[in-house]
């Protein structure tokens, strides 16, 4: 069985920084990757990042691009996003998904084949 266990939200203020885990089991990570998305009160899904293995290419949404970075352990069952220099807009429940990271029309694509997800961990950028 698919689990998938996001942690690491909180509140932060605006500048400031934030590491989310994921902690994946019971799917094999030779056909499936990790990615991460986001959503926002009101605001339809976006898909943050994706790793393709524990030491493979990464993928950014435009959400993601130069302030946040994706990473896993040497296993690849845990999955990290860092997140810099955060801004009120940041503020989401961010999930992490078993999926296959597709880049369709240069755009970062997780859902084609999205398998399972979280259930999520909130963070709020607030001063």
């Known amino acids: 069985q698919v689990q998938l266990v996001e942690s690491g939200g909180g509140l932060v203020q605006p500048g400031g920084s934030l590491r989310l885990s994921c902690a994946a089991s019971?799917?094999?990570?030779?056909?499936?990757?990790v990615a991460w998305f986001r959503q926002a009160p009101g605001k339809e899904r976006e898909g943050v990042s994706c790793?393709?293995?524990?030491?493979?290419?990464?993928y950014y949404g435009d959400s993601g691009k130069g302030r946040f970075t994706i990473s896993s352990d040497n296993a690849g069952m845990t999955v990290y996003l860092r997140m810099d220099n955060l801004k009120p807009e940041d503020t989401a429940v961010y999930y992490c998904?078993?999926?296959?990271?597709?880049?369709?029309?240069?755009?970062?694509?997780?859902?084609?084949?999205?398998?399972?997800w979280g259930k999520g961990t909130l963070v709020t950028v607030s001063s």
């Open positions: 998904a078993a999926t296959i990271c597709t880049v369709r029309a240069g755009t970062l694509d997780i859902w084609r084949f999205l398998k399972a």
């Open positions: 019971g799917i094999s990570l030779t056909r499936y990757s």
């Open positions: 790793i393709s293995s524990s030491d493979g290419p990464t």
